[in-house]
């Protein structure tokens, strides 16, 4: 189950490679063609599936972004003219390099939703999921019209009075009350601390491109000079080009590792907290209906109704909980999990970064001593 | 002479580009190797090639200008003795041997008598060591003149060389001639001068070849000490104000080189002279270390001001003691730039600009508000300040100048008064900055010098770029800045996410990484100020200084355009001449002759004042590149330290943080 992706042209198609031993494929291997709404469609058919509301949905992938280097690019074609050659040449590699960050981390985040999926032993079953995967034609998906985007939105306002009105519910579990508390608690914060990485990361990235200004004025000035100082500051130049190479990989994968792994855990606890929600929501419903069961006894009418919905809604709520204690649990291990490999990750990345430009600037002062 | 000796380690220890050392080491090596198989075949072609190969890059680093200005002396020298009759090239070159002995004047003219003095101790043992071939007359010679009488000879000349034209200094100028008879100095200076020189290069080398090709085959193993002598000596009777760093260039190799004792002793000839003094203290300039520190305020409300303590070291003899402190305030020290560009500007010197002034900054410090960007600045003026004092003293003629030692000597200074940015002098500074403007403007001077024009054109260029520049360092290190805040930031977040954590190994980590990430705030802190004091404040010295340097080429035309107005009013004043026998008034005749006379000096005096003014500020320029390059070099070189400083740092912080991760569980 590896689903791997490529990306073509302007508008984002995914290729989705897939490769299963599951029985319920036709085929072991199959290649497709997606784009970012099939994603969508995807995420909304399980969200609104019955019988997955007891558990933690994958959070869909965000709309890719491209708009930082387009808007760049925009710049580049606007000052083609006005800039020297060498400029133009520095703005459209810190163009490139943007570019791909920004494609890596997209085609990774749809990635890992996918793998998600398929990882899960009842999303991998979902109909609609091999359909995804299996059907080599354009999935063609109806885009949202106007209406059920309000629809989308108005069923979000709904939900958060709901969240309001229903909070008042008594928990009747210690777990589910700690986990809502850890959640909303955590959620608020994992928010910020993504807020804050995303300023750090950019402001990384501005350093990054900052040396490579400084690196093509230095070439400037050496252009003009005939010295042995030119040599002096060619030198410089190429060890500022170099270290905005450095710097900027160390920028772009802090963000992949720790940016992206707070922001995936952002929309993953809203996910688990879109659960607790449902189960809340379940809660409610069950006490509501012991609440007309009892109306009923007491006006001796329609109890054989009441009790029939009493114990569905008991059932509903029951195996809601249940689930949803199970994915709660496999969630916070995945969570653990997850920050660890990332971090590693990360930290192993920043490691031999910032060994690579110590090296390079060990390299490039004996150079300039010896010179 | 023991004195001297003892005098004689610090330039070795104490130069502050060992690799020099180095270099020159084993160029010489590598030289006195090679000359060995010269020997054995004299063909010229192989012994060149090495001596390129060595010798250049020695120079290449900071001796090209040195190279040059050498150059200048041995073309006065050459052309004059094949053909005394070659107008042009004498004229051209001879000028400016004049204007310098002129530029000596009264408290130097017995400088060049203990140069000389020098010269004869090194040159005979010199000559002793390179078995004299007999080939190159002119050195045989100048060996036999070696002896004492040849001593007086050169004592006598130097006066000459004052008074006269160069031909009849022939004495002194034959000295010369023998060190500069070898090719090797020759070829160099042709071929790596930085074109600078390549123009006059050019207007005297056909006697070259042939005096070269003669001796260059016999003198080959002592070539290179003859360089580094006549290095040396050319300077010294040049007296050009950077006389001493090419005399420690001439001391350096020779180490090396089988003659050390005799450049050694030679460079520290036992006269106590005002130049001599001059060439100990710039070699030493290292040894001259002026600090200003403990910036404090003295005095509340608006009429509060800073106070510096400038704390001077040094083994100067012209300084009274060997360390001394003074307190400064700020205008003393705009006081100190305006004695100094009033007395050398003309002249054509780059006098370093002090930092400006900042009314904004100053009125926080004197509402003294103890925010961190009031110390902020306080610590950025006294960084500037102290630059500003080692540039003042590294340059050599301004280190002689009474005002600077008052400066760092004396203990009460004489307020400074006009540097008051809202005085009413600072309102007549303003006024002819104004009128300087507009006449720079009209005045439209037809370069003729093909090393100005280019010259100038580069420093506009340089300026512009190195502001471009300036801006590019300023934004890394407001960005950096910002990554420094949003990192501490960023890192509370994550203290306060580790908190809410319940997995107590994840929430270890990431407390562990909030405290990670406030180091690396610190580090990005430390960085930013590194960003900013050894590379933006370095910038912006250069952008000061290349304005000063502007400033040169300014006070250059203004000579320039005296000498053209002076030498309208003669044209007229001869038409009015004309005028007058056309109209036969023999009366008024011969108030129009002295009249004549009169603007006739008077354009011959301006014609040399600015040919005394071109040939400074050629060679204040030159300097100011060799110091330019030197500077930049050591700066980047620091400011790559400290960034290299800082990725180990953290990778130290990274590592430290891994098996936090991996712990994970």
Redesign the interface.
Known sequence: DIPDALCERDKVKFTVHTKTTLSSFQKPEYSVQRQHEDFIWLHDTIVETEEYAGLIIPPAPPKPDFEGPREKMHKLGEGESSMTKEEYAKMKQELEAEYLAVFKKTVQVHEVFLQRLSSHPMFRKDRNFQIFLEYDQDLTVRRKNAKEMFGGFFKNMVKSADEVLISGVKEVDEFFEQEKN?LL??SS??K??TA??E??T???K??AD??N??S???N??AA??????KK??EK?AE?FEK?RKVEDRMASDQELKLTELLRYYTRDIQAAKDLLYRRARALADYENSNKALDKARLKGKDVAQAEENQKQCLQKFDKLSESGKKELTSF?AR??VA??KN??EM??L??KH??N??SL??G??EV???? | MAASSERSPPPFPDSEEP?LLEDSDEGADAFTGTSISEMDSPSPDSTRPPKDIFNEPLE???S?PLSNVNSEPQKKVDTKIPSPSSDEAVDLFSDPLDDDSEVISSPEVQNPMPDLLNEPVQAPKSDLLSEPPVSSVKKAASAELFGDEDEEDLFKEPPKVVTKKPQPSGPPVDVFTEVKSDVKVKPQVKDDP??LFAEEALTAPAPKPSASSSSSRTNGVHSDEHDLFSEATVELSLDSPRNDRKKKDAVKPSVSAPAAPVASSSSKAPSKTLEELEEEESEDTFDLNISVTNPEKVGDGMNAYMAYKVSTQTSLTMFHSKTFTVRRRFSDFLGLYEKLSEKHLQNGYIVPPPPEKSILGMTKVKVGKEDPSSAEFVERRRAALERYLQRVVSHPSLLQDPDVREFLEKEELPRAVSTQALSGAGFLKMLNKATDAVSKMTIKMNEQDVWFDEKIQ?VE??EQ??R??HV??E??VN??K??SG??A??AK??A??GS????T??SR??SQ?AEVEDRIEQLHQEQAANDFFTFSELLADYIRLLGAVKGCFDQRMKAWQRWQDAENMLQKKREVEAKLLWANKPDKLQQAKDEIAEWEAKVTQYEREFERISATVRKEVIRF?KE??RD??RQ??KY??S??NS??Q??KY??A??PE??A??
Do not use: P
């Open positions: 850890f608690d955590y914060k994992i910020d601390a804050k990485a300023k750090m950019r402001s990384h501005n350093v900052d040396y200004h400084i093509g004025a230095l400037n000035i003009d000079n005939n010295t042995a100082f002096h500051l410089c060890v270290l916070k969570r653990v920050f660890r971090l590693i930290t192993e920043e490691i910032a060994k430009s110590v600037l060990q490039s002062i300039l001593k010896s010179n | 690799e290449d680093i900071f090209d930085t074109d580069d260029n340089e770029h190195m471009k520049l590019m360092v934004s890394l960005h950096r910002e990554l949003n990192t930031v960023f977040s994550v306060m996410l809410s954590e319940d997995n190994a994840l980590a990431l990484l590149d330019k390059a930049f070099k980047i070189i790559l330290e960034l290299l990725q180990q953290l990778i990274w590592e943080f891994l991760a991996k994970i569980a």
